[in-house]
């Protein structure tokens, strides 16, 4: 009797135990599967650091500010300026309006001291091609201006002539009816050695600088098929353009490559070759090894990102906040994208880090290349800070901001997404030590830094921009450059200055310089930039007599600069 009661007491104690355990386990994985993210989720635990409105300093104009600058320079009855994107180079034309960023002193004065806040101004270009100059000039206080000074000798303590302008669109246009005009009249050699015609051109790529001697405006154009990948798709022809008059009546053909030989005029060419006097160019068709279009079809879709607890970091017009770090954000359609008041902790360590110049210079024997150093930031290296693609360019679930660019343009333009900001682990650790002396410890540091990034495809070159915010407090500045290289017909003695990337085509040897400039304000504006070097010394071995070692020491410098540019050799 008491053996049964203690059966069946077991048994549904058992019995109790099982159900108890089978619930435990629904709730347990309920609470569980609720928590494992999906996609990217809501912010769970509240941002460290507030926004700052004050940051609006640093922005960049609006469109509505665009506006009103172009409309109060049009109303300048005396300067008589044109903004028609394909104005002549004799026109006096609108060319830039970007933001005039305020003085260092009045912004610290403004967000330090409750000073008051800067002007709001903007910085405008005009070729003034009817008169013969450029002029720069500040235009505020925004949105409501009312004065235009001309800031020209104070900024380049110069005047600066017409000739010194960047190309524009109206005169690109003119340059392609000048180029038509020497095509046609080299009409069999076209057909011949390009298979050129009505339907068929070629496309143009120039060489800078455009010539030697101050004053100068005469630029070697190459052309190359018009294919995908044009820029190592180089045909052999090359031509010397003078187009230093706003006239393009004016403009004439200095002198042509062609397969390697030189001529004076395009009359000289037309009659050597109709004679049979040149080495020709016999026309083929070229493989389409320059498309853009994957070779294989991708197999699976790779990892990506996703922020299993929300965003750790948020945008707010150009101020971003993440974890300890906040700074604010800008892009100079000149410079290209720069950054401000970056603080830690709520202490500002960088008053700016910005993009400043993208430089890349050749080597060659034919003249296209010959001379070849591109200063990017003469064309402009933020104006091309085109959209960025989701999941490729940036990862999907990055932040996307629009930017507003007035240059070379008859109104603003939104570029859509051209800036991407997203927080990504980094693939190691920040930090980690696995103590096996002693003590048996391990310490560890997820390494996940903030990303700011814009790509800027500058011709052949798409050159990728990161700023990134560690949280160790260090930031980084950084630049990958893809794309395409830059190719010339290959001709005689040309290995020399390259490498051989398809039957007729040299990829020129070359180097490309990076400069960002950083201000740094650690603990107040009055830093000191120190390098250390290393050097060998020779050194007696303390318990060895007569034995000596070579031992490394530091070499100090201390430069006394507040502000300090980076150049970065890739
Ligand atoms: C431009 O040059 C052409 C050819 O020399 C000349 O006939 C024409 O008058 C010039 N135009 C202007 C506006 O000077
Ligand atoms: C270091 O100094 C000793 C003593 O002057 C000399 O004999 C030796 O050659 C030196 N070593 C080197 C690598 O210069
Ligand atoms: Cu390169």
């Given at each position: 009797m008491e053996n049964k009661r203690m059966n069946s007491l077991v048994k549904w104690t058992l019995i109790l135990f099982v159900l108890a355990s089978i619930i435990l386990n629904i709730v347990l994985i309920g609470i569980h599967s609720s928590r494992a993210?999906?996609?990217?989720?809501?912010?769970?635990h509240p941002l460290r650091r507030k926004h700052d409105?004050?940051?609006?300093?640093?922005?960049d104009l609006s469109r509505e500010e665009y506006l009103q600058v172009q409309q109060f320079m049009l109303k300048q009855?005396?300067?008589?300026?044109?903004?028609?994107?394909?104005?002549?180079?004799s026109d006096n034309f609108l060319f830039l309006i970007d933001l005039s960023v305020p003085n260092k002193a009045d912004v610290l004065a403004y967000l330090d001291r409750n000073g008051a806040k800067p002007t709001r101004e903007a910085t405008v270009v005009v070729f003034y091609g009817a008169k013969g100059y450029i002029k720069e000039y500040v235009v505020g206080p925004?949105?409501?201006?009312?004065y235009v000074n001309d800031v020209t000798m104070e900024r380049y303590h110069a005047e600066l002539p017409i000739s010194a302008r960047t190309v524009t669109i109206g005169e690109y246009n003119l340059l392609f009816q000048f180029l038509g005009n020497v095509f046609s009249k080299l009409g069999k050699l076209m057909k011949e050695s390009?298979?050129?015609?009505p339907d068929k051109q070629l496309n143009a790529f120039e060489q800078m600088?455009?010539?030697?001697?101050?004053?100068d405006r005469k630029t070697w154009i190459s052309f190359f098929r018009d294919?995908?990948?044009?820029?190592?798709?180089?045909?052999?022809f090359e031509v010397l353009v003078d187009?230093?008059?706003?006239?393009?009546?004016?403009?004439?053909?200095?002198k042509l490559l062609y397969n390697g030989q030189y001529f004076d005029s395009i009359d000289a060419l037309k009659d050597k070759y109709d004679k049979d006097l040149v080495k020709k160019i016999v026309y083929k068709e070229s493989p389409d090894?320059?498309?853009?279009?994957?070779r294989n079809k991708p197999l699976q879709v790779g990892p990506q990102l996703f922020n299993a607890e929300g965003k750790r970091y948020s945008v707010s017009n150009n101020h971003v906040v993440y974890m300890d770090w906040s700074f604010a954000f800008g892009l100079s359609a000149l410079m290209g994208m720069r950054v401000f008041d970056v603080r830690f902790n709520d202490e500002r360590i960088v008053y700016e880090l910005s993009v400043q110049e993208a430089m890349s210079v050749y080597g060659s024997?034919?003249?296209?290349?010959?001379l070849t150093k591109f200063l990017d930031s003469s064309i402009?290296?933020?104006?091309?800070?085109h959209e960025l693609v989701r999941?490729?360019?940036?990862?999907?679930e990055a932040s996307y901001v629009d930017t507003y660019r007035y240059i070379d343009v008859p109104k603003p333009v939104r570029f859509r997404n051209s800036i991407c900001i997203f927080e990504h682990n980094?693939?190691?650790?920040?930090r980690r030590h696995f103590s096996d002396f002693f003590h048996h410890s391990y310490g560890g540091m997820v390494n996940s830094a903030l990303v700011f990034r814009t790509i800027t495809a500058i011709g052949n070159y798409d050159y990728m921009w990161d700023f990134i915010f560690y949280q160790s407090g260090s930031v980084e500045a950084k630049v990958h450059a893809t794309g395409y290289i830059s190719s010339s017909y290959l001709v005689d003695g040309a290995l020399r200055h390259g490498h051989?990337?398809?039957?007729?085509?040299l990829g020129n040897i070359h180097t490309h310089f990076i400069n960002f400039k950083v201000d740094l304000d650690v603990l107040g504006v009055k830093n000191f930039f120190q390098t250390k070097d290393m050097e060998y010394v020779n050194v007696s071995l303390p318990s060895v007599p007569d034995h000596y070692a070579m031992v490394p020491q530091l070499v100090e410098k201390q430069l006394k600069t507040e502000k300090v540019w980076l150049p970065l050799c890739l």
């Amino acid at each position: 009797m008491e053996n049964k009661r203690m059966n069946s007491l077991v048994k549904w104690t058992l019995i109790l135990f099982v159900l108890a355990s089978i619930i435990l386990n629904i709730v347990l994985i309920g609470i569980h599967s609720s928590r494992a993210p999906k996609c990217s989720a809501q912010r769970v635990h509240p941002l460290r650091r507030k926004h700052d409105e004050r940051s609006a300093v640093f922005a960049d104009l609006s469109r509505e500010e665009y506006l009103q600058v172009q409309q109060f320079m049009l109303k300048q009855n005396n300067l008589e300026i044109s903004t028609n994107q394909i104005s002549k180079p004799s026109d006096n034309f609108l060319f830039l309006i970007d933001l005039s960023v305020p003085n260092k002193a009045d912004v610290l004065a403004y967000l330090d001291r409750n000073g008051a806040k800067p002007t709001r101004e903007a910085t405008v270009v005009v070729f003034y091609g009817a008169k013969g100059y450029i002029k720069e000039y500040v235009v505020g206080p925004l949105p409501n201006p009312t004065y235009v000074n001309d800031v020209t000798m104070e900024r380049y303590h110069a005047e600066l002539p017409i000739s010194a302008r960047t190309v524009t669109i109206g005169e690109y246009n003119l340059l392609f009816q000048f180029l038509g005009n020497v095509f046609s009249k080299l009409g069999k050699l076209m057909k011949e050695s390009f298979d050129m015609g009505p339907d068929k051109q070629l496309n143009a790529f120039e060489q800078m600088p455009r010539g030697v001697r101050t004053g100068d405006r005469k630029t070697w154009i190459s052309f190359f098929r018009d294919m995908s990948g044009m820029y190592i798709h180089p045909v052999g022809f090359e031509v010397l353009v003078d187009h230093q008059n706003v006239n393009a009546s004016e403009w004439t053909v200095e002198k042509l490559l062609y397969n390697g030989q030189y001529f004076d005029s395009i009359d000289a060419l037309k009659d050597k070759y109709d004679k049979d006097l040149v080495k020709k160019i016999v026309y083929k068709e070229s493989p389409d090894y320059g498309s853009l279009k994957p070779r294989n079809k991708p197999l699976q879709v790779g990892p990506q990102l996703f922020n299993a607890e929300g965003k750790r970091y948020s945008v707010s017009n150009n101020h971003v906040v993440y974890m300890d770090w906040s700074f604010a954000f800008g892009l100079s359609a000149l410079m290209g994208m720069r950054v401000f008041d970056v603080r830690f902790n709520d202490e500002r360590i960088v008053y700016e880090l910005s993009v400043q110049e993208a430089m890349s210079v050749y080597g060659s024997v034919t003249p296209g290349m010959i001379l070849t150093k591109f200063l990017d930031s003469s064309i402009g290296i933020g104006r091309f800070a085109h959209e960025l693609v989701r999941g490729v360019d940036c990862p999907y679930e990055a932040s996307y901001v629009d930017t507003y660019r007035y240059i070379d343009v008859p109104k603003p333009v939104r570029f859509r997404n051209s800036i991407c900001i997203f927080e990504h682990n980094m693939g190691q650790p920040l930090r980690r030590h696995f103590s096996d002396f002693f003590h048996h410890s391990y310490g560890g540091m997820v390494n996940s830094a903030l990303v700011f990034r814009t790509i800027t495809a500058i011709g052949n070159y798409d050159y990728m921009w990161d700023f990134i915010f560690y949280q160790s407090g260090s930031v980084e500045a950084k630049v990958h450059a893809t794309g395409y290289i830059s190719s010339s017909y290959l001709v005689d003695g040309a290995l020399r200055h390259g490498h051989q990337v398809a039957e007729k085509v040299l990829g020129n040897i070359h180097t490309h310089f990076i400069n960002f400039k950083v201000d740094l304000d650690v603990l107040g504006v009055k830093n000191f930039f120190q390098t250390k070097d290393m050097e060998y010394v020779n050194v007696s071995l303390p318990s060895v007599p007569d034995h000596y070692a070579m031992v490394p020491q530091l070499v100090e410098k201390q430069l006394k600069t507040e502000k300090v540019w980076l150049p970065l050799c890739l």
